[in-house]
């Protein structure tokens, strides 16, 4: 299975605070993907980091990648109430499609 | 350019009986993927589809579970006979075609509750 596991289950910071969540993997990747999930909703995608990249980022997000550990972290800088969501990764292999496995996800609470 | 969109938002069945579950991918999108999230679960992979042809549908049950996207309309999700435990949240996702589409844009969901 390519699915990933994050870690901590949740997490539960204050505004302004950075938030890191990790993932763990267990076989090659084509890409990792970092998705969010605010409650009751759909998902929003972040951010993709494929396997040759080892950081990106977008706005207050940053993410890693380490093939060597099959992990990768998301950072949140300078965190909002907004950012209270569930926050999942998920990797794809290469196989032309988008299939991609999600584990359970980081539950973060951000209190004002 | 609506996004996907996923109808009914709510679905509630009595055991037995069938849910249909639909999704109209974004406009230009021709790959759809069906995951569904049972409670404080992550999402699982079901079923991809391009149209009028399934072209992986290594996470679907067995049994009571079909999907398809005709040439022409939304793609349907069907699950036959419903039980409890096919309680949960299913979403759509949609990617343009070409090899390569990495990303993916999700419907807010199907929560269908069998009671």
């Known amino acids: 299975s390519q699915q990933g596991e994050e870690d901590p289950q949740a997490l539960s910071i204050q505004e302004g605070e950075n938030a890191t969540m990790n993932c763990s993997y267990k076989t090659s990747i084509n890409n990792l993907q970092w998705y969010r999930q605010n409650s009751g909703r759909g998902l929003v995608h972040l951010i993709l980091?494929?396997?040759?990249?080892r950081e990106k980022h977008s706005g207050r997000l940053r993410v890693t990648l380490d093939t060597s550990k099959k992990s990768s972290s998301l950072l949140i800088t300078a965190s909002r109430a907004a950012d209270t969501a569930s926050y999942f990764c998920?990797?794809?292999?290469?196989?032309?499609?988008?299939?991609?496995?999600f584990g359970i996800g980081t539950k973060l609470q951000v209190i004002p | 350019n609506a996004g996907v969109m996923q109808n009914p938002r709510h679905l509630v069945r009595r055991r037995g009986q069938e849910a249909r579950l639909r999704c109209s991918p974004m406009?230009?999108?021709?790959?759809v993927y069906w995951y569904r999230q049972l409670p404080e679960e992550g999402l699982k992979f079901m079923v991809y589809?391009?149209?009028?042809?399934?072209?992986?549908e290594s996470g679907m049950p067995k049994e009571r579970f079909s999907a398809e996207f005709p040439k022409e309309g939304p793609s349907i999700l069907r699950i036959q006979q419903v039980v409890r435990g096919d309680s949960a949240a299913y979403f759509c996702a949609s990617s343009p075609p070409g090899r390569g589409a990495l990303k993916a844009f999700f419907g807010q969901g199907t929560r269908l509750t069998v009671v």
């Open positions: 998920a990797t794809a292999f290469s196989g032309g499609y988008q299939k991609v496995t």
């Open positions: 589809l391009q149209k009028e042809n399934i072209i992986d």
């Open positions: 980091i494929r396997s040759n990249e």
């Open positions: 406009k230009g999108h021709s790959h």
